[in-house]
């Protein structure tokens, strides 16, 4: 069925799924709009346009619908389920991206997504190609029983179709997923495959029990901070939008507070010294010039299941309102598109930082770029999560913890070090000295500094072409994925 599928590239299997993703009022959809912003981007490559027509289109589409039995009021009937799984380009295998859970998913929807794991991938040099997955669900709309059947019967149909393995595609958290919905999905795996001594790395964003690496759920968050810090630290991008250099004390607005969009502002708080500002949820959204408790929002949130009415912040009952607000900095960190010709003349920051995928329209982009604000593009701002996805994945195809090997050798190597220096110099350090210089790096440590190394390489190269050619960070971004991914086609040939 695979060798099908590799032969049948370029085409799709969707006739059944709705094709379109919500279209604005004038605004292309989103497919169309990241084939714009790559368009625009391969003007500034001397590749052949047939190459560049390979790297733009999506590889392969699986489509599918499948019956769960539900029931409701009393009675019991079949739903009909419609999900699908893109994978963009197999320049390097496994693909990789995430399944989303989400009234809004289609064909169009998983392509560009899918099309963006691609470009991003190659952007911090994480060495897959670009998938996504989604089912069209309300998930508040299910309960967890019915949750796990509809997530396990998906992995079968992915199974099936060889759509899913830790050495063909590997899944993990988006929107509305997480890893609760990774264990389903592994568990049905291995259960299907109990031969298969990988079976741990066919997805990503596992719990710990499962498998996962400490550092995943944090990720992404934390990716987006490292990158907008890496912006902000060069004087003339603060010059060039009246802001003084670094994080601290800027006013940021986030919308979106799930996993993307909490990790987000806990760190921009925690390590940046910023203020959060204003916090939306799909059902509303609150603001506090003066700044509002991250760490407490959130408790709030999940005792109330809304933002709204959270002490001493102003409610904004419309969520699309608080992207209107003063502040310098805004991450949107929801779904796509939220940035728009209607939206984007409204905003007030300078800094827009996108820790979801796609948040500007071709046209909001355009809008935003001429009022001069700073866009620190999603195909790199947000790569944090997958890049640690990497590192689970590695972690799973060796089947040991990082730092297991070397955590005591390092300290006991290290106490001598201090022993003889102490000796040597007849002073001694103090306990809380002693244990910060002799303390062994444990996963979390080693993964969020692989994390942050990968963030600022990465961005050094995007600020390399930006100066350059004297084009925005997207454009920069885009330039310098395209030529990695042409590069892994014409270094090898096309075969047969
Ligand atoms: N998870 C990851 O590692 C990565 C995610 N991304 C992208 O980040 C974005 C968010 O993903 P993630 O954080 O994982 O998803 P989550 O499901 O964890 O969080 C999304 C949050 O957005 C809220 N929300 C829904 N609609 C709106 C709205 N109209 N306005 C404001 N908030 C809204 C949701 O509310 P509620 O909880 O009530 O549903 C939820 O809290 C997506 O675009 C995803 O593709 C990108 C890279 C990696
Ligand atoms: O962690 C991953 O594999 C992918 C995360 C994702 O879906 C994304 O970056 O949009």
């Known amino acids: 069925m695979l060798s099908n599928l590799i032969t049948l590239k370029k085409s799709t299997f969707s ?25 625009q981007a391969a003007k500034y490559t001397d590749l052949p346009q047939g190459l560049l027509k390979y790297i733009k289109g999506c590889n392969v589409v699986l489509s599918v619908k499948f019956p769960i039995e539900l029931t409701r009021n009393g009675k019991s009937d079949l739903h009909v389920v419609e999900a699908f799984r893109a994978q963009h380009s197999h320049h390097k295998l496994p693909t990789k991206g995430g399944i989303r859970y989400s009234e809004d998913v289609c064909q169009n929807e998983v392509e560009a997504l899918a099309s963006l794991m691609t ?26 029983e019915e949750l796990q059947r509809i997530t396990r019967r998906f992995t079968v149909e992915l199974l099936q179709k060889k759509f899913i393995g830790p050495a063909i595609d590997v899944p993990a958290p988006d929107y509305g997923t997480g890893p609760r919905e990774m264990g389903w999905i592994m568990n049905t795996y291995t259960a299907y495959n109990p031969d298969d001594i990988n079976g ?108 709204l009415n959270f002490p001493g912040a102003q409610n904004i009952p419309n969520p699309e309102d608080i992207m209107s607000m003063d502040c310098d900095i805004l991450l949107p960190c929801a779904l796509e598109a939220q940035i728009n010709k209607t939206t984007a003349p409204k905003i007030k920051a300078k800094v827009i930082g996108e820790g979801a995928n796609g948040p500007c329209t071709f046209e909001g982009d355009r809008i935003l770029n001429e009022k001069g604000c700073i866009i620190v593009p999603d195909l790199y701002a947000n790569a944090g999560g997958v890049t640690v996805s990497y590192f689970e994945w590695l972690k799973n195809l060796s089947h040991v913890r990082f730092g297991r090997m070397t955590k005591k050798y390092e300290e006991n190597s290290k106490s001598i070090l201090v022993d003889k220096l102490e000796t040597k110099f007849g002073k001694k350090f103090t306990d809380r000295e002693k244990k910060l210089i002799v303390q062994g790096a444990g996963e979390e440590d080693l993964v969020n500094s692989g994390l942050e190394s990968t963030m600022v390489d990465s961005f050094k190269q995007i600020e390399e072409i930006k100066n350059t050619q004297k084009i925005s960070y997207r454009m920069a971004a885009y330039i310098l994925s395209i030529k990695k991914i042409a590069l892994s086609y014409t270094d090898v040939g096309l075969w047969p």
């Not at 006739?15 to 368009?39: A, T």
């Not at 190659?122 to 309960?143: E, L, M, Q, S, Y």
């Not at 790395?201 to 987006?224: E, M, S």
């Not at 502002?265 to 959204?285: I, P, Q």
């Open 15 to 39: 006739s059944l799924g709705r094709y379109f993703s919500i279209k604005l009022p004038d605004e292309p959809s989103f497919l169309e709009q990241v084939g714009l912003y790559f368009d």
């Open 119 to 144: 470009f991003k991938c190659a952007c911090v040099d994480v060495p897959f190609g670009g998938g996504k997955g989604g089912i069209k669900i309300n998930h508040r709309k299910f309960t967890e």
């Open 200 to 307: 741990h790395g066919v997805v990503t964003g596992k719990g710990i029990r499962q498998g996962g690496i400490r550092g995943r759920a944090q990720a992404t968050g934390l990716g987006l901070y490292f990158a907008v810090r890496e912006t902000m630290k060069l004087e003339k991008n603060a010059k060039s939008i009246g802001l003084s250099v670094g994080l601290k004390d800027k006013k940021v607005i986030v919308t979106g507070l799930g996993n993307v969009g909490y990790w987000a502002a806990h760190f921009f708080n925690d390590l940046g010294k910023s203020k959060v500002v204003g916090v939306s949820e799909w059902n509303g959204a609150v603001y506090n010039p003066d700044g509002l408790d991250v760490e407490a929002l959130l408790k709030y949130k999940q005792e109330h299941g809304t933002l």
